[in-house]
Structures are given as C-alpha cells and as structure tokens.
C-alpha cells in the first residue's frame, strides 16, 4: 500500500509541477514556491524510504534526479519557469523527510 502511495504522490507532482498556473486551485497552492518543493520531497521522501528502506540511496538519488527533470522539463513549457533554487528546495525537502523517517528509530525502546 505505501509503493502505491508513492507511485501516486510522484505522478501528482509530476503533473502539479507541469500544469500551467492558472490551472492550478490557489486555495491549495498559495505556500511560497519553495516551500512548495520542499513539502512535495519531504512527503516523496517520507513515503519513498517507508517504501523501500533498503534503496535508501538510489531512492534519493532518484528523486534528486526527478527534481532536476522537472525543472528541465518546466523550463522547457511555455507557461512554466525552471529554476535551480527550485531544485535546491527539493534537495532541503528530501533531507528533512528522511530525517524524520530516521531520527525517531534511534530513539524507540527495542520491543521485548
């Protein structure tokens, strides 16, 4: 079930992060641009390690990879603009979910 959520989360911020703007529900999408990125890996990130917590490198370095794409990819449309401190967002937002998928491990007693 958490695979499917992330294939899902992923294919979301794909398209979000293509659509053009006006297209976009302003209620929803009113967060600054960056921490708009930043919460978007941090749930990729969060869902992605539950998914596969022993791919934890390739899983960042494809996300990584990911972001990078979609600031290509938006630079490349007409209604859309790339920017690297987009990218630099995504890179925060992956950080901090994988932190908070790691930190509080260490800190839960072992179960008897």
Do not use: N
């Amino acid at each position: 079930m958490v695979r499917r959520c992330f294939w899902a989360l992923l294919l979301c911020v794909a398209v979000l992060s293509l659509m053009p703007t006006g297209y976009l529900p302003p209620q929803v999408f009113s967060l600054w641009d960056k921490a708009q990125h930043a919460l978007g890996f941090t749930a990729l990130a969060l869902l992605g390690l539950r998914a596969y917590p022993r791919q934890a490198w390739p899983l960042a370095a494809g996300l990584l990879a990911f972001g990078g794409a979609i600031e290509l990819a938006q630079a490349a449309t007409g209604w859309r603009h790339g920017e690297w401190a987009d990218w630099l967002a995504d890179a925060v937002g992956l950080a901090l979910g994988a932190l908070l998928v790691w930190r509080p491990s260490r800190h839960v007693p072992a179960a008897e």
